[in-house]
């Protein structure tokens, strides 16, 4: 039998429960899998790498899928000047992570999405579409914060979340960033000897509650209103703060 990352079958079943939930969210929103599946995983694996790479892995299904649909909702020129800020923003989180206390930036992030969240919980109908040269800054802060915790997220769903674009485009535009994200992380994890055979295994092996809660969340995508789906969205963008302040 290949050898696997996982020491006993409770834990396989375990992480495959928490990959249904965590897809089923990444593919219903377009964010959140990291928030569910790192922050649970964590304390079941003592080598917090198996947890990383596995969703690393195992996200690029839905990342592609997502992009495939969606790609006539995506608008690449925004993204690009998003992807240049964020690649200027990585070394600049990676010397702040040397030199400054993390922990301020994370706290201050963390309560900055907790009052995102609330506002747009009360106004979930009234968009500000943000001006183009926002997107540069967004790129950069959101750079800075990969480089810092690997977690730059937050900034990109903030702007898009702003912009009021329904949730095709939403979900679409999110996703095509991590997709590209993903397609850089890839080959240098395999270059650093993170990828290893047992972890391949172990992706192949979870694959099934993968494909399943993917599947629920496009389900889910498709049922869900445009007013539903922006209360949903704030609502987790506040639970991802209060989970970044309790970190």
Same mark, same amino acid.
């Given at each position: 039998?290949?050898?696997?990352?996982?020491?006993? &079958?409770?834990?396989?079943?375990?992480?495959?429960?928490?990959?249904?939930?965590?897809?089923?969210?990444?593919?219903?929103? /377009?964010?959140?899998? =990291?928030?569910?599946?790192?922050?649970?995983?964590?304390?079941?694996? *003592?080598?917090?790498?198996?947890?990383?790479?596995?969703?690393?892995?195992? +996200?690029? @299904?839905?990342?592609?899928?997502?992009?495939?649909?969606?790609?006539?909702?995506?608008?690449?020129?925004?993204?690009?000047?998003? %992807?240049?800020?964020?690649?200027? /923003?990585? *070394?600049? %989180?990676?010397? !702040?992570? #040397?030199?400054?206390?993390?922990?301020?930036?994370?706290?201050?992030? #963390?309560?900055?999405?907790?009052?995102?969240?609330?506002?747009?919980?009360?106004?979930?109908?009234?968009?500000?579409? &943000?001006?183009?040269?926002?997107?540069? @800054?967004? %790129?950069?802060?959101? %750079?800075?914060?990969?480089? $810092?915790?690997?977690? /730059?997220?937050? &900034?990109?769903?903030?702007?898009?979340?702003?912009?009021?674009?329904?949730?095709?485009?939403?979900? #679409? +535009?999110?996703?095509?960033?991590?997709?590209?994200?993903?397609?850089?992380?890839?080959?240098?994890?395999?270059?650093?000897?993170?990828?290893?055979?047992?972890?391949?295994?172990?992706?192949?092996?979870?694959?099934?509650?993968?494909?399943? /809660?993917?599947?629920?969340?496009?389900?889910?995508? !498709?049922?869900?209103?445009?007013?539903?789906?922006?209360?949903?969205?704030? =609502? $987790?963008?506040?639970?991802?703060?209060?989970?970044?302040?309790?970190?």
């Amino acid at each position: 039998m290949p050898t696997t990352i996982f020491a006993d &079958p409770l834990q396989y079943a375990l992480t495959c429960v928490v990959l249904v939930v965590a897809q089923l969210v990444y593919v219903l929103f /377009g964010f959140g899998s =990291g928030l569910i599946a790192v922050g649970t995983l964590a304390l079941v694996f *003592p080598d917090l790498r198996d947890v990383v790479v596995l969703l690393l892995l195992v +996200n690029l @299904p839905a990342e592609l899928l997502v992009v495939s649909r969606s790609r006539h909702f995506i608008r690449w020129r925004p993204m690009a000047t998003l %992807g240049v800020g964020i690649g200027l /923003g990585i *070394p600049v %989180g990676t010397w !702040i992570l #040397g030199g400054f206390d993390a922990a301020v930036v994370l706290t201050v992030l #963390g309560w900055f999405l907790v009052a995102t969240g609330l506002v747009f919980l009360r106004l979930p109908s009234a968009p500000q579409r &943000p001006p183009g040269w926002l997107a540069g @800054p967004t %790129g950069l802060l959101s %750079g800075v914060l990969t480089g $810092l915790f690997g977690t /730059g997220g937050p &900034p990109i769903i903030v702007w898009y979340h702003l912009a009021g674009t329904d949730k095709a485009a939403f979900r #679409g +535009n999110l996703m095509a960033i991590f997709l590209l994200m993903s397609l850089v992380r890839v080959p240098s994890y395999v270059v650093g000897g993170l990828v290893t055979a047992p972890r391949l295994w172990s992706t192949l092996a979870v694959m099934p509650a993968v494909l399943l /809660g993917a599947w629920l969340g496009h389900r889910l995508h !498709i049922a869900v209103s445009e007013i539903l789906f922006r209360r949903l969205v704030s =609502g $987790l963008l506040a639970v991802l703060g209060v989970v970044l302040l309790l970190r």
